[in-house]
């Protein structure tokens, strides 16, 4: 049974950085697609970033330019590297995982979900 597992989570100013790793147990981690969604209060879970095995990247239009998913797969981890951020990037974020998966923004053909992790985002 696949097992993940985000660290890095936080209270940050507005325009600082901060990096989510998300470690993976249990799976065959180098053949799942990978996202990191995340989801505020009052407000619909949403896809951030996802990575495919073959390493192709998307992002939401909210964080073009500004967050970076990367992947190692000899580590098992999908990581989140978030700069610039602002005070509407406050939510729990979680990772997830997705067999043979193409990067997709709908949740539910994730097989696998961390417990999430707070980021909050003060200005």
């Known amino acids: 049974q696949g097992q993940l597992v985000e660290s890095g989570g936080g209270l940050v100013q507005a325009g600082g950085p901060l990096r989510l790793s998300c470690a993976a147990s249990?799976?065959?981690?180098?053949?799942?697609?990978m996202g990191w969604f995340r989801q505020a209060p009052g407000k619909e879970r949403e896809l951030v970033a996802a990575?495919?095995?073959?390493?192709?990247?998307n992002y939401a239009d909210s964080v073009k330019g500004r967050f970076t998913i990367s992947r190692d797969n000899a580590k098992n981890t999908v990581y989140l590297q978030m700069n610039s951020l602002k005070p509407e990037d406050t939510a729990v974020y979680y990772c997830a995982a997705d067999y043979g998966g193409l990067g997709t923004r709908r949740g539910a053909s994730y097989d696998f979900w961390g417990q999430g992790t707070q980021v909050t985002v003060s200005s």
């Open positions: 990575i495919t095995s073959g390493g192709r990247t």
């Open positions: 249990g799976l065959t981690f180098s053949v799942y697609a």
